[in-house]
Each structure stands twice: as structure tokens, then as C-alpha cells.
């Protein structure tokens, strides 16, 4: 029997992790952790960043990008820019379980998501297109920096590992611009074997070097997570010492149960439920 385990990026995460932990102490899978997990966070309209309540493109429309990693199968779903949908990890959960294909973007993601009985919703809270408005009004021709995924890695009793994320990207970002949160590699890896690790920050730098599937890369050759973690920063800065302050930030989680994250930031806080409850973490730049 594993320690069942959950952490997700940011302090938002937090009633994510909480909500993962009431369905991993049931006995629950870590794939359902995950997915319902996420779902608190979309739901919640004062995430800024993620599902109902992140902002839409620079057109006002919502693109959604999401994904999903089982480390005991390897298998994965995706979306990307998909559109009309407050809870895409859902989706992409169901690409996973019911698609041929591994990844769906756009119109496809949607028509897709028709097939599974996720019917269009407004997924643009009124704070959001106030937001947008005003961002229009300024006359912002560029996207703005704030891309918060929530990324959530748990660990069931059968030591079953899985990753997720869920973002609406960065905001006000070009129409049809995909992040690293979808990207398997990128936003998120998982294997039972050497552990999971997600991604959060400037999507447009993490994609460049699939900093999940490295951070898990580290745990196999016997890192703990916090060091991966560490030790994938240590790589991107050595690459782009010029890029120090650049926001990038990840999680991981091993299947010994430890875990770590790191960051680029001054701070990074992050949630964790295990057997000593719930809380928020905070890391600061080493
Ligand atoms: N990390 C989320 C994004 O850049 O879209």
C-alpha cells in the first residue's frame, strides 16, 4: 500500500488538493483525484487563470487548453483552444478513455466534447470580460503575462500516479496560441515508475524543453522531486542565463512520496494534501 498524495501548483490549489484528498482517502483512483480535483479550480469564477474565470484571447473568446497523464498506462488525452467549455480536464480525460487519438484541438476538441454530452456553455466570467474590455479600452496590443495552470500530480493506495493541468493560457494571447499545458512532455508527464511533475508560468519558454518529462527524468536516475525540480531550473538557466527572470515555475511528486517544486520567482506557493492534511507550501528561488 502507497501514502496516497496530492499537490497542485499556486495557493488556488489548494480546495483542489483538498478535494483530491477526500477522493484518495475514500480508496478513490488518483485518476479521479485529478480530474475532480481540477474541476474545483475551473469552477471557482476567482481563479483569473483557469476555466470559469480565466480570460479569453485577444478576440474575447475563451480557448481552453487541458491535459491528462496516467503513469500507470502511459496513457494520455488533450485539448487544445477548445472553446465553450468551463471544465476541459474532463475532456481531456475522455480523450484519453474514449478517443483513438491522443490529442484534439479546436472545433475538433469541441465536436468531440459534443459526443461526450459536454454541450456549449459560456465559459467567459463577467469579471473576465470586464477585465478584456478594459484591456481593450487601453488599447493593449500585446497578450498579457499572467498564464497560472493549475497543474495537480496525485498518488493513489495502489501507487497509481497521475498528472493533469488546466488553463485558459496566457491572457488576451493571440486566437489559437497553445501553451505548454496540453503538451505531454511539457506541461505535464507521468510514469508509475520514476514519478510525475507539471508546469506553470510562460508556457512559450517551458514547451522549449519538455521540463515535465526531464524533472521526471531526474527522479529516475534516483533524484528526489525537489531536486528535479531544482535541477530542471539549474538546466534552463545554464541554457539562458539571460532568461533569470523569466516565470517558470513546476511541481513534482515521486513514487516514494516525496515531493518538491522550484521556481524562478521570488516565491511560489504550492498545495499539498497527504496524511498530515492539507496546507500550502511556498518555495523560494535557490
Ligand atoms: N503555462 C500556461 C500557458 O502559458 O499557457
Known amino acids: 500500500m502507497s501514502e496516497s498524495i496530492a499537490i497542485a501548483t499556486w495557493e488556488f490549489g489548494v480546495p483542489s488538493v483538498r478535494r483530491a484528498g477526500e477522493i ?10 485529478v480530474e475532480k480535483g481540477i474541476n474545483v479550480a475551473e469552477l471557482d469564477p476567482e481563479v483569473p487563470s483557469v476555466g470559469f474565470g480565466g480570460m479569453p484571447n485577444a478576440a474575447g473568446v475563451m480557448e481552453m487548453d487541458a491535459a491528462v497523464m496516467d503513469g500507470r498506462t502511459h496513457a494520455v488525452g488533450s485539448v487544445a483552444a477548445l472553446k465553450d467549455c468551463k471544465m476541459p480536464i474532463s475532456v481531456a480525460r475522455a480523450v484519453s478513455e474514449k478517443c483513438r487519438h491522443s490529442m484534439l484541438v479546436s472545433n475538433g476538441a469541441r465536436q468531440f466534447a459534443e459526443t461526450q454530452g459536454v454541450t456549449r456553455e459560456n465559459a467567459l466570467s463577467e ?21 497560472d495552470t493549475i497543474g495537480l500530480l496525485a498518488m493513489d493506495s495502489s501507487g497509481d500516479i497521475v498528472a493533469g493541468c488546466s488553463t485558459s493560457g496566457m491572457a488576451f494571447k493571440h486566437p489559437g496560441r497553445v501553451g505548454d499545458s496540453p503538451l505531454i512532455g511539457s506541461g505535464l508527464y507521468a510514469d508509475n515508475a520514476a514519478g510525475a511533475a507539471a508546469t506553470t508560468g510562460n508556457g512559450d519558454e517551458i514547451l522549449k524543453f519538455c521540463m515535465s518529462f526531464l ?3 531526474f527522479m529516475r536516475s534516483g533524484e528526489t522531486a525537489m531536486a528535479a525540480c531544482r535541477k530542471v531550473i539549474e538546466r534552463f538557466i545554464q541554457m539562458h542565463p539571460e532568461k533569470e527572470n523569466e516565470d ?8 516514494k512520496g516525496d515531493y518538491g517544486a522550484a521556481t524562478l520567482r521570488k516565491k511560489f506557493p504550492f498545495g499539498v494534501w497527504d496524511d498530515e492534511g492539507c496546507r500550502c507550501e511556498t518555495v523560494t528561488r535557490h
Request: hydrophobic share 50%; no cysteine; charged share 20%.
Open 24 to 33: 484518495l482517502s475514500a480508496g478513490g483512483a488518483a485518476m479521479d483525484a
Open 127 to 147: 469579471k473576465a470580460s470586464e477585465k478584456y474590455q478594459r484591456w481593450l479600452a487601453d488599447g493593449n496590443a500585446k497578450p498579457e503575462f499572467m498564464h
Open 215 to 217: 524533472a521526471v527524468e
Open 248 to 255: 517558470i515555475n513546476l511541481i513534482a511528486l515521486s513514487p
